[in-house]
């Protein structure tokens, strides 16, 4: 069973910057999308960015400007580049990495942004 794994989480003062990382244990074949969430306490889980194997990206209007995904096609990993953030970023940011027969989701790493 293949498990995904987020890192790079933390404490960060507003204005600050984090990335994320996210790594499958071993490979997946045919990765289609890779896109990270997130879930505030008391919220839904959100889409935050997403990026397909041609290299197509969406953002929620929310984010837009400030955190950049990208992804390496090599290892199957993806980042968050987040700049800039927020009080209202603080959640927890999961990763998905899908391809066409399963949705590989990992546990989460949480982003707190406090001064």
């Known amino acids: 069973q293949v498990q995904v794994a987020?890192?790079?989480g933390g404490l960060v003062q507003p204005g600050g910057s984090l990335t994320l990382s996210c790594a499958p244990s071993a490979n997946i074949f045919s990765i289609g999308l890779w896109a990270w969430y997130r879930?505030?306490?008391?919220?839904q889980r959100e889409l935050v960015a997403e990026v397909t194997?041609?290299?197509g990206r969406n953002y929620a209007d929310s984010?837009?400007?400030r955190f950049t995904i990208s992804r390496d096609n090599s290892n199957g990993m993806v980042y968050l580049q987040m700049n800039n953030l927020k009080p209202e970023d603080t959640a927890v940011?999961?990763?998905?990495?899908?391809?066409?027969?399963a949705d590989y989701?990992?546990?989460g790493t949480?982003?707190?942004?406090?001064s």
């Open 39 to 43: 879930q505030a306490p008391g919220k």
């Open 105 to 107: 989701w990992g546990r």
């Open 53 to 55: 194997l041609g290299g």
């Open 93 to 101: 940011y999961y990763c998905k990495i899908q391809n066409r027969l």
């Open 110 to 114: 949480q982003v707190t942004v406090s």
């Open 6 to 8: 987020e890192s790079g």
């Open 63 to 65: 984010v837009k400007g």
